[in-house]
């Protein structure tokens, strides 16, 4: 008996844990507009938690670490984007270039010649985000606008066909001041404008906003918000 109602209080705490995530997954949505996507930041949390997301209509997950995003993907239903948001060694695109929908990370015309190599052999084009380093901390990975530029008009990426550049990403510096963040952010938004004249609108994707400030972002131009830590808690 005693053992059972042990069992019967850890399946209630996990429902409402579960819950939990649900009901914050739904309330995040709710203050989203129409053309925001929101992609559900999973990384290090088990299948269990993000099938209590899938369940409650959440479609687009993130992870940082490609073994981890390829084992949840072998797990988890068919239907689900993963998108890899973490830094990317070119050696580990082969392990997920067979499912992987969205890299946002990419940062140097080497790694868009692997993803358009790894993308070639699984008959596929898979679609990319350059990242913008518009943070002032030197952590922060990022092509500048020179290099931007430099690589968008390369021949020898204009002769890519296994590769779409859908649009840019970046990360603000980890800091209290808005303001800063704000000024980050726009000037982002300044730089992605003026690729979509270039490109004559065919980028429509900009990845910017976390937890901390996806609503500053969203005010700022944001089209893709990557919330973690307010969806399934902390790590």
Known sequence: MIILKAKKQRRLLNNLFNMSIAQNLLKIKSTLPEQVTLVAVSKTKPVADLMEAYEAGQRIFGENKIQEMAEKWEQMP???????????QTNKVKFMAQFVSLIHGVDSLKLVQEI???????????DCLLQIHIAE???????DEEELASLLSSSEFQQMKNIRIVGLMGMATFTDNKEQIKKEFLHLKSIFDAIRTETMNRVSTLSMGMSGDYQLAIECGSTMVRIGSSIFGGR
């Open 78 to 88: 068919k239907d689900i984007k993963w998108h890899m948001i973490g830094h990317v």
């Open 116 to 126: 358009n190599k790894q993308a070639q052999k699984n008959n596929r084009v898979i």
């Open 137 to 143: 901390e030197e952590t922060k990975f990022g092509l």
